[in-house]
């Protein structure tokens, strides 16, 4: 009896099988636009045209849909492929799977689409969590007028159960998550507002779509169930861009419906593809062969991103007073860190306790303990991913540029998930379109710093951000105790 291999093999293994005619350990690249047909719509492996379809975008497709899906313990004929039931579509970015999935809400129940206001096509609402990327925002509140959509941005933390049901209207098609939120970093409730949708009609229920950016595969699967619990969304969506890519050259977004979703409301995948054919948000074959290149390695990676993170986090919060407001999650001073144990993927979970993680988790004291030792680094927390928010405490506009400036590893760009340090002020540059009201509601400062922790060296990165503080606050040099 065969089972499917873990996450790490799997990643390496699917969509990547050995090619049968040339035995190349590397699967062809295919980029031809159309197809030879033996008739009229007699197709010999299934592809027309290659907007519509092509063989190396679904090797990515099922490789993606393995790794969102698919536990290791399922048990399938062929433990190369997926049998989990689940189905990933790609697009030519993340902001086309965004606009797809929007779009989806507004169209009409004849074409597979959610409806709309009243099945016909045109309206529908989404209700979206209220701190989410800026492109996101950009395309749900300005780009998608023109199809009637009405969008609420909810503050789902502090809701409680009974503003979120009271949130949820009769012509609620999608609840819009992100795991965690751009550029705050905040857990939504997502185990209670998964029950919530879950205790309502399932023929008619929202769906849920969790933007898992932030995280990938490799820490979060919100499309597995576990506990017997049904799955915490219906759909992911990632921009493929960071993590997966990992490497800042690749430009590409995915959505994955849940096995669950796709047996009980066939017509979602049915409407998603009609409109990733139609929309023409095709990814270029050649970045897919890329992507599947880098997926390969996005264990390994994430592993070292997030005990970067998790080091460099505590540092901030602990060795210098020239920050506030620090951000990760799986710090065990966050506030969202009760959160983290019960999201965390299996997978992550095994790879953290051959590294001697414990989970639950328990407090315990690093006093007396190397701080550059492993053992150390277990008593700050948990590895959650790669990205960190802070705030140059009392830093100017002005300042918080220069601190960006001065760094000598990590660069400032907007984007994040690569092997090199990203930092960007969010203010500035990813969500200056914001009105100020919304910045500053969510306290969107312009100090605030978002730092996509790569995998340099740990003990480079601190020195250079030391450096790079002092000169943009001009207060002296910090020392280990967190004193100037």
């Given at each position: ?10 990643a ?20 031809a636009?159309?197809y030879?047909?033996?008739g009229?719509?007699k197709l010999?492996?299934?592809?027309d ?7 190396t975008?679904?090797?990515?497709e099922s490789l ?5 899906t698919c536990?290791?313990q ?16 790609v ?6 799977a965004?606009?797809?999935?929007a779009?989806?809400v ?19 609402h989404?209700l979206?969590v209220?701190?989410?990327y ?5 395309y749900?509140?300005?780009?998608s007028?023109p ?14 159960e009974?503003g979120?049901?009271?949130?949820i ?21 997502v ?18 779509l ?11 699967t ?5 506990n017997g ?31 669950l ?34 997926i ?37 001073s966050?506030?969202?860190f009760?959160?983290v144990q ?10 953290l ?24 680094t ?23 540029e220069?601190?960006c400036?001065?760094?000598r590893?990590?660069?400032l ?11 960007e002020?969010?203010?500035g ?26 995998i ?29």
């Open positions: 009896m065969s089972r499917h291999d873990h996450f790490s093999t799997r390496i293994h699917i969509g990547s099988e050995p090619d049968p005619s040339t035995g190349a350990v590397v699967p062809s690249l295919s980029v636009t159309t030879k047909q033996n009229i719509n010999l492996g299934g592809y045209y290659s907007r519509s379809g092509n063989p975008r679904t090797d990515l993606l849909t393995s790794l969102e536990p290791s399922t048990i399938a004929n062929d433990a190369r492929h997926d049998a989990s039931g689940g189905e990933s579509l697009f030519a970015s993340g902001s086309a965004t606009a797809a999935v779009h989806w507004t169209l009409s129940e004849k074409e597979c689409g959610a409806g709309g206001r009243d099945g016909n096509g045109h309206g529908g989404i979206a209220n701190d989410v800026g492109g996101t925002a950009r749900l509140a300005r780009a007028r199809t009637g959509l009405d969008v609420t941005f909810f503050n789902m933390e502090k809701a409680g009974k979120i049901r009271e949130a209207r009769p012509d609620t098609k999608l609840i819009w998550l992100e795991l965690p939120t751009n550029p705050l970093l905040l857990v939504p409730p185990r209670l507002i998964s029950n919530i949708v879950h205790s309502l009609p399932s023929d008619t229920r929202p769906l849920i969790i933007d898992s950016t932030f995280l990938s595969p490799y820490y979060f919100p499309l597995i169930p576990s619990d049904p799955p915490l969304a219906d759909i992911t969506m990632s921009s493929l861009s960071k993590y997966s890519s990992g490497h800042s050259d690749i430009i590409l977004g995915s959505l994955t419906i849940s096995p979703t796709n047996k009980v409301r066939p017509n979602v995948l049915k409407g998603l593809r009609f409109l990733q054919n139609s929309m023409g948000a095709s990814p270029s074959p050649r970045d897919c062969h890329l992507m599947i290149r880098s390969k390695t996005l264990s390994v990676r994430m592993i070292r991103h997030g005990i970067n993170a998790l080091r460099l986090s505590h540092w901030l919060s602990t060795k210098t007073k020239l920050v506030e407001r620090v951000r990760y999650p799986g710090l065990e966050d506030e969202a009760g959160y019960d999201l965390i993927s299996k997978n992550a979970k095994k790879e306790q051959f590294l001697g993680w414990k989970f639950p988790f328990a407090p315990k004291s690093y006093e007396g303990l190397e701080e550059d030792s492993l053992e150390y277990r008593t700050l927390g948990i590895p959650f991913g790669g990205m960190i928010t802070f705030a140059i405490k009392g830093a100017t506009a002005e300042q918080a220069k601190f400036t001065e760094l590893i990590p660069i760009a907007e984007s994040l998930g690569g092997v090199e340090s990203l930092v002020v969010p203010y540059m990813t969500h200056a379109h914001l009105p100020q009201d919304t910045l500053k509601e969510l306290n969107i400062t312009p100090n605030l710093i978002r730092f996509s922790v790569g340099e060296d740990y003990d480079d990165l601190v020195e250079d951000i030391e450096q790079a503080l002092e000169v943009a606050v001009g207060k002296g040099k910090v020392n280990g105790n967190g004193h100037v």
